[in-house]
T-cell receptor, first 114, second 113 residues
Framework: DAMVIQNPRYQVTQFGKPVTLSCSQTLNHNVMYWYQQKSSQAPKLLFHYYDKDFNNEADTPDNFQSRRPNTSFCFLDIRSPGLGDAAMYLC?????????????FGPGTRLTVL | GEDVEQSLFLSVREGDSSVINCTYTDSSSTYLYWYKQEPGAGLQLLTYIFSNMDMKQDQRLTVLLNKKDKHLSRRIADTQTGDSAIYFCAEGELNNAGNMLTFGGGTRLMVKP
């Protein structure tokens, strides 16, 4: 049973062409996270939503935006993708912000920028 | 800022024990985590350990924490080919926005038959 679903699994876009990645969850969790994972590197937190409250990491580029229209869905918008934005994008959820509660990860969307 | 470091690779033979080590810098971390990532998949939580513990064991998996040295290790006994994956250590920092994870770079474990 899929719990954190990411669509598409693979996304190809052109340099500068806006792209949107999608994440949905069936867990009814309050918190949703977006991570960027470049090849052979650690996942890096971009931002997260606690319910409707948006929390941006200080070093997340302005090029990256996010929307959470309801509990189940969260979107990552890249306004003008550059070659350096090619990466795996991981969505995760947790019931709340407690460290005891596991972050459940989706399978990721691999973004290629041509 | 926080920094989490791991070795990049580990190769073991099937049936041997495999130990992956991790060091971290944030002394205020409350929880430390081990995640497993198989090819093309997301991260799967293996276990976590609270910072006031020094050991946690679950079947083949043993986690040791040396808080004084900020050193975390994960040992798998009788390593199997299915254990081949990338293993990430992560530390959690609890702030007003919730529990933020900082990941190490991951250790790629290769298990040879």
């Amino acid at each position: 049973d899929a719990m954190v679903i990411q669509n598409p699994r693979y996304q190809v876009t052109q340099f500068g062409k806006p792209v949107t990645l999608s994440c949905s969850q069936t867990l009814n969790h309050n918190v949703m996270y977006w991570y960027q994972q470049k090849s052979s590197q650690a996942p890096k937190l971009l931002f997260h939503y606690y319910d409707k409250d948006f929390n941006n990491e200080a070093d997340t580029p302005d090029n990256f935006q996010s929307r959470r229209p309801n509990t189940s869905f969260c979107f990552l918008d890249i306004r003008s993708p550059g070659l350096g934005d090619a990466a795996m994008y991981l969505c995760a959820t947790s019931r709340d912000g407690s460290p005891r509660n596991e972050q459940f990860f989706g399978p990721g969307t691999r973004l290629t920028v041509l | 800022g926080e920094d989490v470091e791991q070795s990049l690779f580990l190769s073991v033979r099937e049936g041997d024990s495999s130990v992956i080590n991790c060091t971290y810098t944030d002394s205020s971390s409350t929880y430390l985590y081990w995640y497993k990532q198989e090819p093309g998949a997301g991260l799967q939580l293996l276990t976590y350990i609270f910072s006031n513990m020094d050991m946690k064991q679950d079947q083949r998996l043993t986690v040791l924490l040396n808080k004084k040295d900020k050193h975390l290790s994960r040992r798998i006994a009788d390593t199997q080919t299915g254990d081949s994956a990338i293993y990430f250590c992560a530390e959690g920092e609890l702030n007003n926005a919730g529990n933020m994870l900082t990941f190490g770079g991951g250790t790629r474990l290769m298990v040879k038959p």
